[in-house]
């Protein structure tokens, strides 16, 4: 192995025990193809680490490809080298006087036992030769440069600097779940704190036209071609709504509307996640930010369900939501003023504390049960790849 190499390393994956291996081979492909676009890479997978040989490829596209990858701890700039002290020492040598810095130190980890000098011993040899060949002073509490030095089975490792990655788990170790994605602000980054997790996200939409606009269609698939970033492939359900929302506001009392939509819309999103093998829904939902997202509302509302229900967002604040957007990139697509069904209709004054015998009692009024399966079986799919859309018509899958 010669020339630069990120190394990656995995971070919560050295938690996984028996199952490590399989994290690893997960995210060794992830990364594969995340850097599919680059085709002079080299890849190597090992128990401890993922090297991507650069071969004179951009250095800070391929970091930043890298840096979206989840299951990402840390990311190294390394430079392979033969275990021999000095040939360490002298390449630390080289990438010091690379730095614009006045201070330095030095860090090691040893893994090969076997390697004649401890820790502490390739500290010293190596801050010596930098300090004999060099104008550098050593500083180990704040210094301009930390050089590391790594001791592997197989090669050594000096690099001098190191990035932050995405963290979590590889994408798909954790299952699929189905996310009711409405187009506003919070779902999209609900969809990221999943994928970042390790879950793999395909999306349920309800639209209700002629009521809501096609735009929010072009919407929907613009935030999902802004997460093809994390998972590669998306595909978005969208559920045409219309004639069981203008039911239920024929039938429901206004300030029950909200949640007796809530209600079906997880009816519907639960037959669909068991199409398409889901293990869990999702939703978007923050506590209290709006009048069906208090504990009251919500517990009202999962009562028509036994399927598991992720709200990774439940104790998010706007501000922090409205962060993470802008960060991911899918606030300013979110913003865009076309509404959808939960606004088009939205009453005056919602119920905040629903009780659930009040729903039923609602729910008697006419046959919900035969337009839910007409929804489910009317569904369109739209299958975004890459940021390419592909439309399917029939059943989710």
């Not at 788990?169 to 970042?196: C, E, F, H, Q, T």
């Not at 519907?268 to 506590?287: D, H």
């Not at 300013?332 to 004054?349: A, M």
Request: charged fraction near 25%; include cysteine; proline fraction near 4%.
């Amino acid at each position: 192995m010669t020339g630069k190499h990120f190394m990656i390393r995995f971070g919560e994956l050295s938690t996984k025990g028996d199952n490590k291996k399989q994290f690893i081979q997960s995210l060794g492909k992830n990364v594969r193809h995340a850097l599919k676009d680059f085709p002079s890479l080299t890849f190597q997978v090992t128990h401890d680490h993922i090297f991507v040989g650069l071969n004179e490829e951009d250095e800070e596209a391929v970091l930043s490809r890298l840096q979206e990858v989840s299951g990402i701890q840390r990311i190294s700039l390394v430079l392979p080298v033969e275990k021999d002290i000095d040939k360490i020492a002298e390449l630390a040598l080289e990438l010091a006087k690379k730095e614009n810095g006045k201070t330095f130190k030095i860090e090691t980890k040893r893994i090969d036992k076997l390697f004649p000098l401890k820790s502490y011993e390739i500290c010293v040899k190596v801050a010596d030769h930098i300090l004999e060949n060099s104008s550098y002073a050593v500083d180990v509490h704040n210094p301009d440069v930390t050089i590391h030095v790594e001791i592997a089975e197989s090669s050594a490792y000096v690099y001098a600097h190191e990035y932050p990655g995405c963290g979590g788990y590889p994408l798909g170790m954790n299952g699929k779940v189905l996310l009711l994605l409405s187009g506003g602000i919070d779902s999209p980054v609900a969809a990221y704190s999943l994928l970042r997790r390790g879950i793999k996200v395909e999306c349920i939409h309800f639209a209700a036209p002629p009521y809501t606009s096609e735009a929010v269609i072009d919407k929907l698939k613009d935030l999902i071609g802004v997460l093809n970033v994390y998972q590669p492939k998306i595909k978005i359900n969208v559920v045409a709504f219309t004639k069981l929302q203008e039911a239920i506001y024929k039938y429901v009392a206004e300030p029950y509307c909200i949640t007796i939509m809530r209600r079906m819309m997880l009816r519907i999103a639960t037959k669909v996640a068991k199409k398409c093998r889901a293990l869990a829904l999702a939703t978007g939902e923050s506590i209290g930010q709006v009048a069906s997202q208090t504990l009251v509302s919500i517990q009202t509302i999962n009562d028509v369900t036994n399927f598991p229900i992720l709200r990774p967002l439940a104790v998010e604040d706007k501000v922090s939501i409205m962060n993470t957007a802008r960060r991911i990139g899918t606030y300013e697509i979110s913003i865009r003023p076309y509404e959808d069904c939960c606004t088009i209709f939205k009453p005056k004054k919602p119920k905040t504390k629903p009780k659930i015998e009040e729903c039923e009692f609602f729910e008697k009024k006419w046959d919900w049960a035969s337009q839910v399966d007409e929804c489910v079986s009317s569904i369109t799919s739209i299958l975004m790849e890459d940021g390419i859309e592909k439309v399917e018509e029939g059943e989710a899958l």
